[in-house]
């Protein structure tokens, strides 16, 4: 049986995959092919090239993987993704074909308003247009297309694996609950565009044969880069706690 998992993105909250795909690991479940979206996409990356979960939350932590989407201003308004850059090119092969698994990352054309799904050729840029959030940062130039963030129009690509395994996993980390507060502007803007991206997941929901999304990240904002240990365990504790509900 062929195993798959797809990866949304979620910013911070992403570092959730990390405990999940260990707690899954660890019942001899790991994905033979992956794809993901944005901080979905970054964590595939690592995965498809042969870091195990643990590894990969040293790396984030150690580095500050994730502040490198942090923006300092620029005089020229939207910045490159210059700081990701090179920090993956430093620890992720060239080539997608030089991964240990197959991968797809998901991408959105600003111009065109398609999805855009990408499997070979440069491995790093792919993965920095999938996760190139607009506004802030300047769209990446590929394969003659400007790509920005995969979420906008899919933040779980599960098409990309539809029909090509036996068992499509889903990990999700953007729970849609209730909050009791919203105690900014930038908390506001966070929830907005959540709920908004959560449509969008719906229909790639329908094509898993298994969704995990723990409840308790509705607690954890997309930029809570210093909580990495404690989203990473949300995920572990839930996964472990709820294999029996998963059909595994």
Known sequence: MTTGFVLSGGGARGISHLGVVKALAEQGIEPEVLSGTSAGAIVGAFLAAGYDSDEILRIICKTSLLKAFLPAF???GLL???RLEKLLNEMLPAEFADLQMPLTVAATDIYKGELVYLADG???PAVLASACVPVIFKPINLNGRQ???GGLLNNLPAE???GKVDRLIAISCNPGGPVTRLPNARALMERSALLAINGNVAPSKQLCDVFIEPPE??????FGLSQ???IFKVGYDYTRENLHKFAL
Request: glycine share 4%; no cysteine; net charge neutral.
């Open 122 to 124: 440069p491995l790093v």
């Open 147 to 149: 790509l920005v963030d």
């Open 80 to 82: 490159k993704m210059t």
């Open 74 to 76: 620029s005089l020229q």
């Open 217 to 222: 990240l509705v607690n954890y904002s997309g």
């Open 228 to 230: 990495a240990q404690a």
């Open 160 to 162: 990309a694996l539809h």
